[in-house]
C-alpha cells in the first residue's frame, strides 16, 4: 500500500512547522536586537567621548572590555566616570601594566 503524491501546489505539514520556526527565529532576533541597541548607542557615545577628552583635553583612557561595558551600562556619564578615574589614576589608566 503505498501513498499516494500530494497534488502540487499544496502546503505539507513540514514546511508549515519550518516556517513556524523561522518565524519564531525571527521575533526572537528582534526581540534579542531590540534589547541591545540602547548598550550599543551608549558604547558609541561613550567612545565618542573618549576621543573629544582625548583631543580636546589631552585625557587618554586605556579601552578595555571592562571600560566598554561600563560605558556600555551607564552611558555617558560612566564615560566622564572612567575620565575622571583614569585622570586621577586609579582606575582605566592608559598604558598601565601590571
Known sequence: MSVP??????????EVALVLVLLALLVGAYRIVKAVKPFVWNAVLGLIVFVLADLLFGLSVAISPLTL??????????????????????????????
Request: glycine share 10%; aromatic share 4%.
Open 5 to 14: 503524491p500530494l497534488p502540487s501546489g499544496m502546503v505539507t505539514p513540514i
Open 69 to 98: 561595558l561600563v560605558v556600555a551600562i551607564a552611558g555617558v556619564p560612566g564615560a566622564l566616570l572612567v575620565i575622571l578615574l583614569s585622570y586621577l589614576n586609579v582606575a582605566f589608566v592608559a598604558g598601565l601594566v601590571l
